[in-house]
């Protein structure tokens, strides 16, 4: 038993993180007490940890995938049943989801004047996101990773055709509303 710092509470040692640092290889508050400790900082400098991470992503990036891919391969259960979890919860997203993947299929595969030799074209000739100004490069998972991106969107009426594709960095394509109201520039050949 130990009393937390924080809360003043007397609580079981379970309830307190390890630190091989202090006495009682304790931290002195509980680990509820921590946690809020930690929402405040972060919401206090949630702008400056943020840039902070993805500097160090941005320079490790190698180490960084291969921890990602480690924690994949311990964890492959835990996601497997969180997926299945969260599908029987969210029904309705799912289908809905579904039925937008497979109306979009069916637009490509239809009505279409892409063909990849525009693709590499276009791609050669884009060197910087037409969003942000970012350079483009061709590292899988990269923040500037080239991305295909749909002028007006699939969902909203747009064609899979020349005129309205471009390549934008992975970030703005991530970004982008649904709805294509941000549209800022068409790609005319």
């Not at 311990?74 to 993947?101: C, P, Q, Y």
């Not at 299929?105 to 884009?126: A, G, H, P, W």
Request: charged share 35%.
């Amino acid at each position: 038993m130990k009393v937390c710092s924080s809360c003043k509470v007397k609580k079981n040692l379970e309830e307190f993180y390890k630190d091989k640092s202090r006495e009682d290889g304790f931290y002195p508050q509980c680990k509820s007490c921590r946690r809020i400790y930690y929402k405040k900082y972060y919401t206090k400098n949630k702008e400056r940890i943020k840039k902070e991470t993805k500097n160090y992503k941005e320079k490790n990036i190698e180490r960084y995938k291969e921890l990602i891919s480690n924690w994949r391969k311990e964890n492959f259960e835990r996601n497997a049943n969180l997926k299945r979890e969260w599908v029987k919860k969210n029904k309705e997203k799912l289908s809905f989801s579904n039925i937008n993947t497979q109306n979009k299929r069916r637009v490509k595969q239809k009505y279409t004047d892409i063909n990849e030799e525009f693709l590499v074209e276009l791609k050669k000739n884009t060197k910087v996101c037409f969003l942000c100004n970012t350079i483009l490069n061709n590292i899988k998972n990269h923040p500037s990773q080239y991305n295909l991106d749909h002028i007006v969107p699939l969902n909203m009426g747009g064609e899979h055709i020349k005129n309205n594709v471009r390549y934008i960095c992975a970030n703005c394509n991530k970004r982008r509303p649904r709805d294509g109201s941000d549209i800022k520039m068409k790609v005319i050949i």
